[in-house]
């Protein structure tokens, strides 16, 4: 099987090691190189001329489609992303696959197939497209990744209270009391977590078992009491009345 150098274009560190991680059954793959933007990805890429990337696509300074038009040089592409609405252009950028995260490992086992039996002159957007349809149907999470330390730790979501953002990151806080690191927006939560977590703010999604009891504030927004050891209250935003309303059934 040919070997085939690549580069990662990602802009979170964690979901780069990651991504390192899960492609190291596949010895025919040689990592040359990373960088966190797509004005660093372009130089990167000229500079090293990889076989394939692996691109995200929402990224500061340049996004992944961005990018791609600036090249000189045109390497395979395998696109990572938390959102599926961008799988028409993908197709378009001629790319090998599209892959939502978090990824999974028999969807990367596709990828790989398909990359080592790639004929350019063969698109099959449908298929494609119809395949992130069923990714995104089967795939909710049980567990997610979080930053650890110096490394990653696999969190089962029955231990999560809330998730909050705080400046740029997401934090995601346990019923303990402790806060992890994640590498995803809140935005790219909502289609993975299962029913019971829900947006509340735009800083903030709970875990409705984690409820120990509601009460509104002199606004009537609703104030959640948690049962973690710290004893979170957290009160929902104006625009988040109406979905918690058909949530409670109230």
Not at 95 to 119: A, F, G, H
Not at 138 to 159: C, E, R
Request: aromatic share 10%; proline share 4%.
């Amino acid at each position: 099987m040919t070997n085939r150098n690549y580069v990662i274009v990602e802009d979170e560190p964690l979901a780069i090691e990651r991504l390192k991680e899960m492609l190291k059954p596949y010895p025919y793959l040689i990592f040359v190189g990373s960088t966190n933007n797509g004005r660093k990805g372009k130089l990167l890429i000229e500079d090293l001329k990889p076989d394939l990337i692996f691109l995200d696509i929402e990224m500061p300074v340049l996004n992944g489609f961005e990018m791609l038009e600036a090249l000189d040089y045109q390497p395979k592409v395998i696109f990572t992303t938390a959102y599926e609405n961008y799988a028409l252009k993908a197709f378009e950028e001629n790319s090998v696959d599209y892959l939502l995260k978090p990824i999974d490992e028999k969807r990367l086992s596709k990828s790989m197939e398909k990359l080592n039996q790639l004929d350019p002159s063969v698109s099959d957007w449908l298929k494609l497209s119809e395949e992130i349809l069923q990714a995104k149907k089967v795939n909710i999470w049980t567990s997610i990744t979080v930053s650890s330390g110096n490394g990653m730790k696999i969190l089962p979501l029955d231990a999560v209270c809330f998730f909050e953002a705080e400046d740029k990151y997401v934090m995601v806080n346990d019923f303990q009391g402790k806060k992890y690191l994640l590498d995803k927006p809140l935005k790219a939560l909502d289609e993975f977590l299962p029913a019971e977590f829900m947006r509340v703010h735009r800083s903030f999604i709970i875990n409705f078992d984690a409820i120990e009891d509601i009460r509104k504030n002199f606004r009537s927004l609703f104030v959640f009491h948690l049962r973690n050891k710290l004893k979170t209250e957290v009160t929902c935003g104006n625009s988040y009345t109406k979905q918690i309303k058909e949530k409670l059934n109230i």
